[in-house]
């Protein structure tokens, strides 16, 4: 099965559920558990040591709120993004978080690609 083929419904809730998850763990600063569900290539690019500076540094990652808007998805090749808008417990305004969802050795999905802007 292709991840585009899935229902926005299904993407949701995945993308919903782990977009919490990395809420959670971002503010918690806790690396093992906010790269539980990423893909081999991403777990690759995402050292302990640069997501703990990011942790340590970033007043956002440490202060998600934990509600959220999904907005939407985009659907591309193998890989569907998942929109959200993001809010801050310390700061005003809003942000725009992304999840990449893909299969993994056509076996399971995962995140492919995470960030917030």
Do not use: C
């Amino acid at each position: 099965m292709n991840i585009v083929d899935r229902t926005d419904e299904e993407l949701f809730e995945m993308a919903g559920a782990w977009w919490a998850k990395l809420i959670k763990h971002s503010n918690n600063k806790n690396y093992l558990m906010f790269i539980e569900h990423f893909s081999k290539s991403l777990r690759a690019g995402a050292n302990e040591m640069e997501m703990g500076k990011q942790f340590a540094k970033s007043e956002l990652a440490q202060n998600l709120a934990p509600d959220f808007d999904i907005l939407g998805t985009i659907r591309r090749g193998d890989y569907v993004t998942v929109l959200i808008r993001q809010r801050s417990k310390k700061q005003e305004g809003e942000w725009l978080g992304r999840i990449v969802l893909g299969y993994e050795d056509d076996e399971t999905v995962k995140i492919f690609s995470v960030s917030i802007f």
